[in-house]
């Protein structure tokens, strides 16, 4: 079946600090492949998401590249803000699969000013 | 308005209540979803409707029913429901189910839940 795993938090940086979070993934075919953040009392919003091998999503400065050969889709940052404390999700969407949404079990980010 | 919104933002229940979540998009999308999200685990899909037609529930307990009235609004009708299913429960919308490209699903708020 379909799995996404993400790195464990919670992970707190200082303002400024470069961010990766990692995520890989298991699917069969050519999923598509996001990034939602959720921030505090809030819903999850969209951040970034790619559709094919080595397209590289972006957003807000937030960049990830999907990665084939490593099923990989690691999120990072240059420079951190304390407004980007939030959780951090990967998901996968198969191919084929219209409406099923794969989703890891979140990374929390703090950062600190 | 625009986007996904839910209502309560927050609910308290006992037991043997019976109370109803509502979520409004505001897309002009055609699919709609309800999730769970519990403390320290994935998000779990619930229900999926597509054109108002239910076309997925994921082994979901009785005690959860949805309803779609148009692809506009959606409810996750709740009674005697338990401690455990406390939780946060996202709508999301998408704009076609069946579209390979228009896959992107919108989050509204959630509803924060609490069973006593």
């Known amino acids: 079946g379909n799995s996404v795993t993400q790195m464990e938090g919670p992970v707190t940086l200082s303002e400024e600090a470069f961010l990766t979070i990692n995520c890989t993934y298991t699917?069969?075919?050519?999923?598509?492949l996001f990034w939602y953040v959720q921030y505090p009392g809030e819903g999850l919003q969209l951040l970034l998401k790619?559709?094919?091998?080595?397209d590289k999503g972006s957003n807000k400065g937030f960049e990830a590249t999907y990665r084939k050969e490593t099923t990989s889709f690691h999120l990072e940052k240059g420079s951190v803000q304390v407004s980007d404390s939030a959780v951090y999700f990967c998901?996968?969407?198969?191919?084929?699969?219209?409406?099923?949404?794969?989703f890891g079990s979140g990374t929390q980010l703090t950062v600190l000013p | 308005e625009t986007g996904v919104t839910q209502t309560p933002r927050h609910l308290v229940m006992g037991m043997t209540n019976k109370k109803s979540l509502k979520c409004e998009q505001h897309?002009?999308?055609?699919?709609m979803y309800w999730y769970k999200q519990s403390a320290k685990k994935p998000l779990e899909l619930m229900f999926v409707?597509?054109?108002?037609?239910?076309?997925e529930n994921n082994s979901v307990p009785s005690r959860f029913s949805p309803e779609c009235p148009n692809s506009s609004h959606l409810f996750l009708h709740l009674h005697t429901l338990q401690p455990e299913d406390s939780a946060l429960y996202l709508c999301?919308?998408?704009?076609?189910?069946?579209?390979?490209?228009?896959?992107?699903?919108?989050f509204g708020p959630g509803t924060r839940l609490t069973v006593l």
């Open positions: 998901a996968l969407r198969a191919s084929g699969s219209a409406r099923q949404l794969t």
């Open positions: 699917a069969t075919g050519y999923p598509s």
């Open positions: 790619a559709t094919k091998a080595d």
């Open positions: 409707y597509s054109l108002e037609e239910r076309v």
């Open positions: 999301a919308s998408s704009q076609d189910v069946h579209s390979k490209t228009a896959d992107t699903q919108y």
């Open positions: 897309l002009g999308h055609n699919a």
